[in-house]
């Protein structure tokens, strides 16, 4: 059992370093384990760091590497620190990034409650806020989607595959602050 002191100050060293954060506070569902310990791989952390490092970020990859996982880390880490983040998932099918937002939403559901310094104030099925103004909201790639929103983050799930991609990209482009 911490202190109250070494528990703000874990949850300074959370607030500065999303990886630490990530390995030692985040837990995820696992299909066959259920409920565990969220562990980075080299290449999840290394995507961290570009995460933090570039305001543009195009991943090529292969399924099933844990990079929307990840990701769902990272957004967990940016609405809970830092206060009045307005995040926009857009994919393909709008299920596709109902799914990311839901797996944020789990992250933060399974942290320990001393670590969750904002609670969930405001609960749809597809987006939520946190008690500290920051909120996470999903939308399929529909021609005026996020048109109208000021982002502090955009996540674009499989961007390649959304047809009209350059006309959505002009529209979405001028809402990242």
């Given at each position: 059992?911490?202190?109250?002191?070494?528990?703000?100050?874990?949850i300074?060293?959370?607030?500065?370093?999303?990886?630490?954060f990530?390995?030692?506070?985040?837990?995820?569902?696992?299909?066959?384990?259920?409920?565990?310990?969220?562990?980075?791989?080299?290449?999840?952390?290394?995507?961290?760091?570009?995460?933090?490092?570039?305001?543009?970020?195009?991943?090529?990859?292969?399924?099933?590497?844990?990079?929307?996982?990840?990701?769902?880390?990272?957004?967990?880490w940016?609405?809970?620190?830092?206060?009045?983040k307005?995040?926009?998932?857009?994919?393909?099918?709008?299920?596709?990034a109902?799914?990311?937002?839901?797996?944020?939403?789990?992250?933060?559901?399974?942290?320990?409650?001393?670590?969750?310094?904002?609670?969930?104030?405001?609960?749809?099925?597809?987006?939520?806020?946190?008690?500290?103004?920051?909120?996470?909201?999903?939308?399929?790639?529909?021609?005026?989607?996020?048109?109208?929103?000021?982002?502090?983050?955009?996540?674009?799930?499989?961007?390649?595959?959304?047809?009209?991609?350059?006309?959505?990209?002009?529209?979405?482009?001028?809402?990242?602050?």
């Amino acid at each position: 059992m911490l202190t109250k002191k070494e528990r703000i100050k874990e949850i300074v060293k959370c607030g500065k370093d999303p990886i630490y954060f990530i390995n030692n506070y985040a837990r995820i569902s696992h299909p066959k384990h259920g409920l565990i310990p969220f562990k980075t791989y080299d290449f999840q952390e290394q995507l961290l760091r570009d995460f933090e490092d570039y305001r543009f970020n195009v991943i090529l990859k292969a399924r099933q590497l844990g990079i929307s996982t990840i990701t769902a880390g990272y957004v967990t880490w940016m609405m809970l620190f830092h206060r009045d983040k307005n995040i926009l998932v857009i994919a393909t099918k709008f299920a596709t990034a109902g799914n990311l937002v839901k797996k944020v939403k789990s992250i933060i559901k399974n942290l320990p409650a001393w670590v969750r310094i904002a609670d969930i104030s405001v609960d749809n099925r597809t987006s939520f806020e946190l008690s500290n103004g920051s909120m996470i909201k999903a939308s399929s790639t529909s021609g005026d989607a996020g048109r109208s929103e000021a982002l502090s983050l955009l996540v674009i799930d499989e961007a390649a595959h959304i047809e009209g991609m350059d006309d959505l990209w002009t529209g979405l482009y001028s809402t990242l602050s």
